[in-house]
């Protein structure tokens, strides 16, 4: 198993710029959702999904997009980039089933600057 | 709103030197506490799940314990390879969400 995988690793965006953050698992995970970690605030929930086609927000949802067309990806998407949005994006997948949300998986992570 | 706060950190200790990791959280209906280690450029890795006071788990030179208002990582004669970030997390009410502390950061000198 790849488990959890994010691409790409590093990448530089200009202010208004949109890109989209991949993150794919082969664990059959139900639940997948995206972190953002700054230096001093620790991980901070962007979006979460409980299964397909399900996605909610989480903590600082604003300026991300997700979708959950699959079981196995779960993209997000930065609709126009801010100097704000420069963190480390953090992907994590984990059963639903009760008392196992918890344990996640996470990805390597993708290094975002927004210069 | 839910809250969990790390103390110290950052922690500096010689190889051998055994001491603990502070996690104090405040939740509504605590359905879980868990502890993760990261390595720098890493993403974290799960070390633990805790339920109830009175609960403890191990692993190696790790042990985590849990009271209705905080949790502690007990490390016994660490070793330099345990350096890294330990964050605590905690699982609350009927979200699937987690909130994560700030983290400590571990250094073991040899």
């Known amino acids: 198993n790849a488990g959890v995988t994010q691409t790409p690793k590093f990448q530089v965006l200009k202010t208004g710029q949109s890109m989209t953050l991949q993150c794919a698992q082969d664990?059959?995970?139900?639940?997948m959702s995206w972190y953002r970690q700054d230096p001093g605030m620790g991980l901070r929930l962007i979006h979460y999904?409980?299964?397909?086609?399900?996605?909610d927000q989480g903590e600082v949802p604003n300026g991300y997009n997700v979708s959950r067309s699959t079981t196995e990806d779960f993209p997000l998407r930065l609709l126009s980039a801010a100097p704000s949005q420069t963190s480390v994006y953090f992907c994590?997948?984990?059963?639903?089933?009760?008392?196992?949300?918890?344990?996640?998986?996470f990805g390597p992570g993708t290094r975002l600057t927004v210069t | 709103e839910d809250q969990v706060t790390q103390s110290p950190e950052a922690l500096r200790l010689q190889e051998g030197e055994s001491s603990s990791l502070n996690c104090s959280y405040t939740?509504?209906?605590?359905?879980?506490l868990f502890w993760y280690r990261q390595d720098p450029g890493k993403g974290p890795e799960f070390l633990f799940t805790?339920?109830?006071a009175g609960e403890e788990k191990e692993k190696e030179r790790l042990k985590a314990t849990l009271t209705k208002k905080e949790s502690f990582l007990h490390i016994t004669a660490p070793k330099p390879e345990d350096s890294a970030t330990y964050l605590c997390?905690?699982?609350?009410?009927?979200?699937?969400?987690?909130?994560f502390g700030a983290g400590t950061i571990l250094r073991v000198k040899s």
């Open positions: 939740v509504s209906g605590l359905r879980g």
């Open positions: 999904s409980v299964g397909a086609g399900i996605t």
């Open positions: 997390a905690v699982r609350s009410g009927y979200g699937n969400k987690l909130v």
């Open positions: 805790l339920y109830s």
């Open positions: 994590a997948s984990s059963y639903s089933r009760s008392g196992r949300t918890g344990e996640q998986y």
């Open positions: 664990m059959n995970h139900e639940y």
